[in-house]
């Protein structure tokens, strides 16, 4: 049977072994970095403000992150313009020539813009432990369930069932 590996705080508890110490540096927002790009566009800062206040309460914010909030609220902003254009001019765009004359239909291209930064969005929202999993996670590392899961399971023909 393979050794099952102890938590920091398993070790803490039954071998006294000090827990190492976080030795990441945090920093508040104002010793953040502010691009001037993010800077000088008031709907990009209050962005900006929102995730570095954010995650300087849950004691996550690091200058190393910079980068990685610089880009998550230039998608933010990129997907918020796009909703814009598709609630402005619909899902679908109809085209005409110079005369006036019925040219055609087509999907307005902002939905494929829109269809491609949400995953990328959201990749960026959990590189910086905003999702809802991360957060609870990152608040409680040791979290386990406070009652006992019972599990019922019947013998049946058509699995296999390894003991």
Same mark, same amino acid.
């Given at each position: 049977m393979p050794v099952k590996r102890r938590t920091?705080?398993?070790?803490?508890?039954?071998? %006294?072994?000090? #827990? *190492?110490?976080?030795?990441?540096?945090?920093?508040?927002?104002?010793?953040?970095?502010? *691009?001037?790009?993010?800077?000088?566009?008031?709907?990009?800062?209050? #962005?900006?403000?929102? #995730?570095?206040?954010?995650m300087e309460k849950r004691r996550c914010l690091s200058t190393t992150y910079t980068l990685l909030i610089s880009e998550l609220v230039e998608v933010s902003m990129l997907i918020y313009q796009c909703r814009k254009a598709i609630d402005r001019d619909g899902m679908i765009v109809e085209k005409?020539?110079?005369?006036?004359?019925?040219?055609?239909?087509?999907?307005? *291209?902002?939905? %494929?813009?829109?269809?491609?930064?949400?995953?990328?969005?959201?990749?960026?929202?959990?590189k910086v432990g905003m999702s809802p999993r991360d957060i609870h996670y990152l608040v409680n590392p040791e979290a386990t369930a406070l009652t006992q899961i019972e599990t019922v399971a019947t013998e049946m023909k058509a699995i296999t069932y390894f003991r």
């Open positions: 920091q705080a398993e070790q803490f508890y039954f071998s %006294r072994i000090p #827990i *190492p110490e976080d030795t990441t540096e945090l920093c508040s927002i104002d010793k953040m970095y502010l *691009p001037d790009r993010i800077a000088k566009d008031p709907k990009k800062k209050e #962005i900006w403000d929102f #995730i570095c206040i954010d005409y020539d110079d005369e006036g004359n019925f040219k055609g239909s087509y999907p307005n *291209p902002f939905v %494929r813009i829109l269809a491609s930064q949400q995953p990328t969005m959201m990749k960026l929202i959990e």
